[in-house]
């Protein structure tokens, strides 16, 4: 059996792990993560470091054990506060961060030399020693991806890094990262694109791709930037402080998709659930989903997120949120 087929099989036995310290866990290549993470994008931007310590703090006592950060996030700052809020947990976590989006000129990209800079800096923000998913942010064409997996590749042999991943890419794109491998070389264990009830692209073909490849799959924007958490609704201003009175990505909540919602949340109070129940469990009937991870600005929106992926949703449920929100193949041909 070859190597790739050999980690094609070690995946679908093993991405689902029985209860771990009562937390569902499943894999990312050789980590064990929560299926429910804590996406740290607010951190430094709308959370200060108190507020950072109280969010990170209510994550571990719901055991969160998965934190997805990026060396862009509130301007750096994402991964300090982190760190900080960590402080001595920081060895019982799972800590995944990102580079190649810009952060000035200079730091920027997938250059090999640009890589071994950018994981010392997140290494000294982090407050850490290794990297446990360091993930590509976005594709950079202008660096062949095999230059790219090389320095990765260095990293994780010099024990800096223990996975990698990629986000923001396509089939075509994880294909050749696949092909680039050289024998032994580290290879991509996840993939981090955007994923939700209403947003089903993925399903056109990169799912299939992770089923194909072994890896896993995180989904961004779970929540479709809060239109699932119940608190837009049709008719209705959006809760003052919120991003979307804000007027950031205000689009979304337009007449179809808060339709959707409605029926969305319809459904979920017919089932004895709410429509953020409904929007992290129906995620994780993908089993090529890993973890779930949704950002957060209060203690209590990750206690909410955390209880929230405890909905075993039947088949005849599936279908019936088909119906709601169907995946539209064409849509997906046109994203």
């Known amino acids: 059996?070859?190597?790739?087929?050999?980690?094609?099989?070690?995946?679908?036995?093993?991405?689902?792990?029985?209860?771990?310290?009562?937390?569902?866990?499943?894999r990312i290549g050789g980590l064990?993560?929560?299926?429910?993470?804590?996406?740290?994008?607010?951190?430094?931007?709308?959370?200060?470091?108190?507020g950072t310590a109280k969010v990170v703090?209510?994550?571990?006592?719901?055991?969160?054990?998965?934190?997805?950060?990026?060396?862009?996030?509130?301007?750096?700052?994402?991964?300090?506060?982190?760190a900080?809020?960590?402080?001595?947990?920081?060895?019982?976590?799972?800590?995944?961060?990102?580079?190649?989006?810009?952060?000035d000129e200079e730091r920027k990209g997938?250059?090999?030399?640009?890589?071994?800079?950018?994981?010392?800096?997140?290494?000294?923000?982090?407050?850490?020693?290794?990297?446990?998913?360091?993930?590509?942010?976005?594709?950079?064409?202008?660096?062949?991806?095999?230059?790219?997996?090389?320095?990765?590749?260095?990293?994780?042999k010099q024990g800096k890094v223990r996975e990698i991943g990629c986000s923001n890419f396509s089939v075509a794109q994880l294909l050749e990262a696949e092909n680039a491998v050289p024998a032994g070389g580290a290879r991509f264990a996840s993939v981090q694109n955007q994923y939700s009830?209403?947003?089903?692209?993925?399903?056109?073909?990169?799912l299939a791709e992770c089923a194909a490849l072994g890896l896993a799959f995180l989904p961004f924007f779970p929540l479709a930037n809060g239109l699932l958490t119940g608190k837009y609704r049709k008719g209705q201003a959006a809760p003052e402080g919120s991003r979307l009175a804000s007027g950031w990505n205000a689009n979304l909540a337009d007449d179809a998709n808060l339709s959707k919602v409605e029926e969305l949340i319809t459904f979920a109070e017919s089932e004895g659930h709410s429509i953020l129940d409904l929007a992290f469990s129906w995620l994780l009937t993908r089993p090529m989903v890993a973890s779930v991870i949704a950002g957060a600005t209060t203690a209590e929106q990750v206690k909410a997120n955390a209880a929230?992926?405890?909905?075993?949703?039947?088949?005849?449920?599936?279908?019936?949120?088909?119906?709601?929100?169907?995946?539209?193949?064409e849509e997906a041909l046109r994203g």
């Open 1 to 26: 059996m070859t190597s790739s087929r050999c980690r094609r099989a070690r995946w679908r036995s093993g991405l689902i792990l029985a209860l771990v310290a009562d937390v569902i866990k499943r």
């Open 32 to 50: 064990r993560v929560s299926v429910v993470g804590l996406g740290c994008n607010n951190f430094g931007r709308r959370v200060d470091e108190a």
């Open 57 to 82: 703090h209510a994550a571990l006592d719901a055991g969160i054990n998965f934190f997805d950060t990026a060396d862009t996030y509130g301007s750096t700052m994402s991964e300090e506060f982190l």
């Open 84 to 103: 900080r809020a960590l402080g001595k947990k920081r060895k019982d976590v799972i800590v995944a961060t990102k580079f190649g989006s810009t952060i």
């Open 110 to 156: 997938a250059h090999p030399d640009y890589v071994k800079r950018a994981v010392e800096d997140s290494l000294k923000r982090l407050r850490t020693d290794r990297i446990d998913l360091y993930q590509l942010h976005k594709p950079d064409p202008t660096v062949p991806i095999a230059d790219t997996l090389g320095a990765l590749d260095e990293l994780v």
């Open 197 to 206: 009830l209403l947003h089903r692209e993925p399903e056109h073909d990169v």
């Open 308 to 329: 929230a992926a405890e909905w075993d949703i039947p088949e005849s449920a599936l279908e019936d949120i088909n119906q709601i929100v169907p995946f539209e193949r």
